[in-house]
């Protein structure tokens, strides 16, 4: 026979027997130690219900979840639309309010992804991933979460390939353009001239020579694209829907590790070291708008650097700013990645 003896205070309970002996400690222990495991348990989940319901309460009491202006504010100095920013806080409050993901049905440029997911990384209640179709993807779709959910990196991943991949399709187009070679932009301007989309409709667009070439592009736009494209320059295609993502001929970028001493974190001196001409040269470049920083066009030479930011230059490709040290002689050592 076992009694047992529960401590309202302590929520713990105590079974003893009438016999002594090492048999009934043991009893005993066991007892207590797993009814004490699942009072842990029990008190962790009423821990995290709790805390969800703060986060809830704090949302219900927060006069502007996103503050609007601001957010419109910082999204226009990273030169987004707009018609564009105005959407993307829409959703993003959606996101909030309804503790659901929301994903865009458009695709967004760089600096417009990763202006946006700077922006809204100060903010206390969203958080933000996307994905193109591949990891390196230029034009990507977003997807916003309240960061109640407190994902993690691997977690974010999981939630672009659930709720962005599902939408994106790709489509292949085939056609002899041996001798008629067309470009990234003749594919382009065919399916927005004969479909009558917008460019944000559409994805990254990998160009396969005179094979052809694939597209990115949402699921409710593919039968008005295979029935609008019959022709691109003055070659017949044919076009057809891919099984799956994986299937898309995406050649992986070279790229070159490089170590340069300069002066000064000017953009015109790290990014001539980086693309490997003269400094004047590159100052020309950088004000024509030919020159990125984190994707958003800079005109201005004088501007500084900083560690892991991304130089874009037109036609040439991008570079990454790995690491920046200081030298004895109070010089700056820069580590680059250049890709092409």
Known sequence: MVASFWCRRTGTATFVTPHHGPRSRRLRISHTQRLGQHTTALRLQLCRQNQRRIFR????AATDLLPREKVLKSLESAQVADDVAARLVELASRAVKNFQVVTTDFFLRPNEFFGTKRVL?????????????????????????????ALTVEQEQQVAVSNCDSQLRVLEFSGNFLFDRASHSDFLGAVLGSAGLR?????????????????IALQNDIQTIQ?????????PVQIRVL?????????????????SVEASLRLDAVASA?????????AEIISAGDVSINWVPSKSAAKSVAEGDTITL????????VAIATTAKGRYRIEMKRFT
């Open 57 to 60: 309460a704090q949302i219900k």
């Open 121 to 149: 990384s100060s903010l206390a209640f969203v958080g933000m991933t996307g994905s193109g179709g591949y990891a390196t993807a230029e034009r990507q779709l977003a997807a916003f979460f309240p960061k109640e959910f």
């Open 199 to 215: 460019r944000e409709r559409l994805g990254d667009i990998i160009v396969l020579g005179d094979r052809g070439a694939q597209l």
């Open 227 to 235: 029935e609008s494209v019959v022709t691109v320059r003055s070659t």
């Open 243 to 259: 099984d799956s993502l994986a299937e898309l001929e995406v050649r992986p970028p070279r790229s070159k590790t490089m170590t």
């Open 274 to 282: 980086g693309f490997g001409m003269s400094r004047s040269k590159m």
């Open 314 to 321: 037109r036609g040439r490709g991008r570079l990454e700013v």
